[in-house]
């Protein structure tokens, strides 16, 4: 399996380390979230990806989407899958496409060659797409979200996404015994655990406390680190020892 953090910036002359916009992409055909998706890569790389599974609402999660979706129609019959929860879609066809802010294309879809399709997502009932099992689980942040267990034969990865201290993830991580990597967020430094608090996202000291809560060692992926604090975030991470930490590189394959 390899998941690919999306780079933010669209220069194809420098990858920055910076992550504004969140979007992995598993095996180049399945991604989870759209933030960054619709500005990265050529449009043919673009359209090889079959379905978007979305954590939550919140635009660093689907800014490009609507660009994304542009830009993969190909006019076939076949189309981009927009998978998420209801409280999701709800908010895509109220907020997103609703002919002010984009046009609404799950609307306008011709019955022919649609622009999308969008698909129910139920929490902790599992779905296979592309090859892979995706089972999506609730954490907990200020509006409702999921995080994702990816499994492909005897390769799991957790994407917990956007969340801040939360428990029901960490039991799917724990009977999972071919675990291989946790993309986990570190939002904010330490300094700002007031602001983590009220927004339901973490710091080093709160990512520490959550990898605490596996059984098993894994590989353990820092990602959606604020840009203005990254330096500071990465140093908090590193001094606190935790085995096997990486930070989180953009438009770098992690291959499991």
Same mark, same amino acid.
């Given at each position: 399996m390899k998941v690919t953090l999306v780079p933010s910036s669209v220069s194809a002359a420098e990858v920055r380390p910076h992550q504004f916009l969140t979007s992995y992409r598993i095996n180049d055909t399945v991604a989870i979230d759209a933030g960054s998706l619709g500005l990265a890569g050529t449009v043919d790389e673009q359209a090889q990806v079959?379905?978007?599974?979305?954590?939550?609402?919140?635009?660093?999660?689907?800014?490009?989407?609507?660009?994304?979706?542009? *830009?993969?129609?190909?006019?076939?019959?076949?189309?981009?899958?927009?998978?998420?929860?209801?409280?999701?879609? *709800?908010?895509?066809?109220?907020?997103?496409? *609703?002919d002010r802010v984009w046009p609404d294309m799950i609307r306008l879809s011709p019955p022919n060659a649609p622009f999308l399709k969008v698909a129910v997502l139920e929490s902790e009932r599992t779905i296979e797409l592309e090859g892979l099992r995706i089972t999506p689980i609730p954490v907990d942040h200020v509006v409702p979200t999921f995080g994702f267990l990816v499994e492909e034969k005897d390769?799991?990865?957790?994407?917990?996404?956007?969340?801040?201290?939360?428990?029901?993830?960490?039991?799917?991580? *724990?009977?999972?015994?071919?675990?291989?990597?946790?993309?986990?967020?570190?939002?904010?430094?330490?300094?700002?655990?007031?602001?983590?608090?009220?927004?339901?996202?973490?710091?080093?000291?709160?990512?520490?406390?959550?990898?605490r809560k596996l059984k098993q060692r894994t590989r353990v992926v820092a990602v959606h680190i604020k840009a203005r604090f990254r330096e500071q975030v990465v140093r908090e991470l590193e001094k606190l020892g935790i085995p096997e930490l990486e930070i989180g590189t953009m438009d770098r394959g992690h291959t499991f």
């Open positions: 079959k379905h978007v599974l979305l954590t939550h609402t919140h635009m660093d999660h689907i800014a490009s989407l609507p660009i994304f979706v542009e *830009n993969a129609y190909e006019g076939k019959s076949s189309c981009v899958t927009i998978h998420a929860s209801e409280p999701v879609l *709800n908010s895509l066809r109220k907020d997103v496409f *609703n390769v799991a990865v957790l994407i917990v996404g956007d969340t801040g201290p939360t428990e029901t993830i960490w039991h799917y991580a *724990n009977r999972t015994p071919h675990l291989k990597a946790v993309f986990l967020e570190a939002t904010f430094p330490d300094s700002m655990a007031a602001l983590a608090q009220v927004s339901k996202h973490l710091t080093p000291t709160l990512f520490a406390g959550e990898i």
